[in-house]
């Protein structure tokens, strides 16, 4: 049987984990939406310039250059980074003549990714194999349809002209596929965002997705340690249940989002997370790398909050005995008061712990954001450059 090779190239990340969990699933799924009359070949590379620049033209042209020089029948870039044309988001690319497409992974939002760039890849592939045109989506509809039994339930596109299957997201902000004559340029087909503001929530949250706030949080530890000291010792007192007593839940809810912003603002200024302008990054590009780090510290933030106080209420329940409190605050109390006492002391503790402290792991938290990593790739491709001229160089020499 002949082969056809695919070739994923993904940035550093995780675009490259996407692209090592597709190699294995990828060609059951070729199969049965494009044809088994092949042996579909699947395999991954990781490559920085996929994660460096945010022109989809730059993207779509180092695809077709590794493409050429490898010699695959088709290849396809999964890239973390949002990609523009004059502003617009684009979400995915193809050229049918080229075999050649990217996939931004920030277009698809804040959502479950796996199935739905698993429906990317399928129909970037399906539009490269049937064509884009209505004879191609009708050829690629009859395929479908010919199949005598459905697999693949958990993937929801069964649209030939569709990039991903209508989900909640899909329904808020859904996406449009643009064609030769609409998109005006080289590329055959081109997915965007149909709203601007539906458009740039997706993007936003889907850097935010990208940045993976959830592996930043152990770099919370000496933190955490601090603040629950700080509480732990002012919930022993009677000062911390008086003020549960005298507090308002407005006030409360306003010292949380007090605490929360502020501790979300002392990591940015203390390690330098703020892009700040340069000739290099337009300021339109700075602004989304901001909004994605504040956005990522944020959600961050609230994770550590959350985790605090339950810390505090599994504390109160089982060492401040009912009696303790009644003397503490004068009255009968009930099991609310716990509830109250440790949100209160979240948020204090929070604003007096956690200020002023340093990461234990800095690096992990540079990392998380896109500024600092885009610095890195760029570094690193530098580098890449450098040494492949001066081997050309050397070559040269030894011809002469």
Known sequence: MTKRSIALITAPGIAERFGAEL??????????????????????????????????????DAVLERKEREDWDYAI??????????????????????????LSLPGFGFTMMRKRVQEAILQLINEMYYGTSDEGRQASEANLKSQRKQKFDALRNKNSRALIGTRLLERFSPLIRETPKEVGDA???????????????????????????????????????IAFTTGSYALVFQTLWQLST?????????MTIISILALTAWIILA???????????????RKLYNSATFFTLLLTVIMYYVILFTMFLILTLLLMPPAQIESYTSSSIDIGIYFYTSWIGASISTIIGAL?????????????????RQRQRHKKLKEERE????????????RK
């Open 23 to 60: 190699v294995e699933v990828l060609p059951e799924m070729l199969d049965y939406y494009i044809t088994d009359d092949y042996e579909w070949d699947v395999h991954y590379y990781e490559d920085i310039l996929t994660g460096g620049t945010n022109d989809s033209t730059e993207v779509i």
């Open 77 to 102: 870039a999964l890239t973390d980074l949002p990609l523009f044309k004059e502003k617009k988001p684009v979400i995915a690319e193809a050229l049918k003549d080229k075999n050649a497409a990217f």
């Open 187 to 225: 590329v055959d087909v081109r997915y965007t965002v149909k709203s601007r503001l539906g458009g740039m929530i997706r993007i936003i949250s889907g850097m935010v997705f990208a940045n993976e706030p959830w592996k930043m949080f152990p770099a919370f530890g000496k933190i955490i340690v």
């Open 246 to 254: 005298n507090y308002s839940v407005p006030r409360a809810i306003l």
């Open 271 to 285: 390690h330098q997370l703020w892009e700040k302008r340069s000739d290099e990054q337009s300021n339109y590009i």
């Open 356 to 372: 002023g402290s340093a990461f234990e792991e800095e690096e992990v938290v540079l990392d998380s954001t896109y500024g600092y």
């Open 387 to 398: 040494k492949e001229k001066e081997k050309e160089k050397k070559e040269e020499d030894s």
